[in-house]
């Protein structure tokens, strides 16, 4: 059993940053690589980014991409996901989600084995 704790989530203006954590308990946390998936009301939830266990490769979703970054420290069993210039059609439940494979290129819902409760990030135009 894994537990997920996401933390940082908050309302902003379009173009501020906000900066996403997840501690994680359980199952050897630098086993495993880690993604960051949201959704929005209404629609499916979909990936961010992804890293995996070392943290040398970084996945991301076209639509984030050179907007956010997505980092692990394997010492302190956290994830976080620096969001910047955000948008409005940002607005999502952000969620942390543990993998079940080594490499964060298995990046999809399907592919992951635990999640977080989620924390909301609201971006007002």
């Known amino acids: 059993q894994v537990l997920l704790v996401e933390s940082g989530g908050g309302l902003v203006q379009s173009g501020a940053s906000l900066r996403l954590s997840c501690a994680a308990s359980?199952?050897?946390?630098?086993?495993?690589?880690m993604g960051w998936f949201r959704q929005a009301p209404g629609k499916e939830r979909e990936f961010v980014a992804s890293?995996?266990?070392?943290?040398?490769?970084?996945y991301y979703a076209d639509a984030v991409k050179g907007r956010f970054t997505i980092s692990r420290d394997n010492a302190k069993n956290t994830v976080a996901l620096q969001m910047n210039t955000l948008k409005p059609e940002d607005t999502a439940v952000y969620y942390c989600?543990?993998?079940?494979?080594?490499?964060?290129?298995?990046?999809?819902?399907?592919?992951?084995?635990?999640w977080g409760e989620g924390t909301l990030v609201t971006v007002s135009s």
């Open positions: 890293i995996n266990w070392s943290g040398e490769n970084t």
């Open positions: 989600a543990n993998s079940n494979y080594r490499s964060g290129a298995y990046n999809a819902v399907g592919d992951m084995t635990y």
């Open positions: 359980g199952r050897i946390f630098s086993n495993y690589a």
